[in-house]
């Protein structure tokens, strides 16, 4: 595949960083972070750290989730006067289940550049191994932090052909368990992954019962990936072979 480089043009750079383990960012990433004029990012902090791992020095704007309403407008107007911006999460790809929805849609408004720099995410490293069906899924991202809210939206997703995916922290993952059991029963295939590309990467397979038993011996830390299969899918190789 032929690699042609261009120089950087004035625009926002949406650029995936790792999720855990840091030899996970691309090339064109760092190449991307080396080139740009300034970096919006959640935390300067976490930011920081990547970025003198890579051996990268850039001037860092916060963009989070408190204050991207009023940044969006300001970050846009660099754009127009000719910056270069990255936009960063603390991990994985800005704007799923994290800030920047809001700077994308104002860049669009004004007709600016906005270019994907495709590299990990959770939820699509915890399907690809998870053994459930890929083919055809729907992401929740994070669910309310009221259990009522939360199991009402469960309800809504019951006989959901495909297979769901969400996101939890590790306050809440038990809890999040429980109401997967009470919704969609204790007998409904699911896998659990937490702590992915890290050293103590897990993946729980099998019935929600059995995962809720080996959660409860355990500690929970982490963040959470919870992918729940649909009714009719069965765990069994031999089905599958058939």
């Known amino acids: 595949m032929e690699q042609i480089a261009s120089p950087l043009v004035s625009g926002l750079y949406i650029v995936a960083t790792p999720i855990g383990n840091l030899g996970d960012i691309t090339i064109r990433a760092t190449e991307i972070l080396k080139s740009v004029d300034l970096i919006a990012c959640e935390d300067t902090r976490t930011t920081g750290k990547l970025l003198q791992h890579y051996g990268i020095r850039c001037a860092?704007?916060?963009?989070?989730?408190?204050?991207?309403?009023?940044?969006?407008?300001?970050?846009?107007?660099?754009?127009?006067?000719?910056?270069?911006?990255?936009?960063?999460?603390?991990?994985?790809?800005?704007?799923?289940?994290?800030?920047?929805?809001?700077?994308?849609?104002?860049?669009?408004?004004?007709?600016?550049?906005?270019?994907?720099?495709?590299?990990?995410?959770?939820?699509?490293?915890?399907?690809?191994?998870?053994?459930?069906?890929?083919?055809?899924?729907?992401?929740?991202?994070?669910?309310?932090?009221?259990?009522?809210?939360?199991?009402?939206?469960?309800?809504?997703?019951?006989?959901?052909?495909?297979?769901?995916?969400?996101?939890?922290?590790?306050?809440?993952?038990?809890?999040?368990?429980?109401?997967?059991?009470?919704v969609f029963g204790s007998d409904r295939i699911l896998a659990v992954a937490r702590e992915l590309t890290k050293l103590h990467e897990t993946f729980y397979r099998g019935n929600a019962g059995e995962i809720q038993r080996l959660l409860d011996e355990r500690q929970c830390r982490g963040e959470f990936v919870f992918l729940i299969a649909s009714e009719n899918f069965s765990a069994s190789i031999a089905e599958v072979l058939a």
Do not use: W
Not at 110 to 131: E, N
Not at 162 to 168: G, K, Q, S, V
């Open 60 to 182: 860092m704007i916060s963009c989070h989730e408190h204050n991207e309403r009023a940044r969006a407008e300001e970050i846009a107007e660099k754009i127009r006067n000719g910056l270069r911006v990255a936009l960063v999460c603390d991990a994985g790809t800005p704007t799923i289940s994290d800030p920047g929805f809001r700077l994308v849609r104002e860049c669009h408004a004004r007709q600016l550049l906005v270019t994907p720099i495709p590299g990990a995410s959770a939820f699509t490293t915890a399907l690809c191994a998870s053994g459930l069906p890929s083919d055809a899924f729907l992401f929740l991202g994070f669910l309310s932090t009221k259990s009522a809210t939360r199991i009402r939206v469960l309800k809504g997703y019951r006989e959901f052909p495909h297979t769901l995916i969400l996101y939890e922290s590790c306050h809440r993952a038990k809890r999040l368990l429980d109401e997967i059991i009470q």
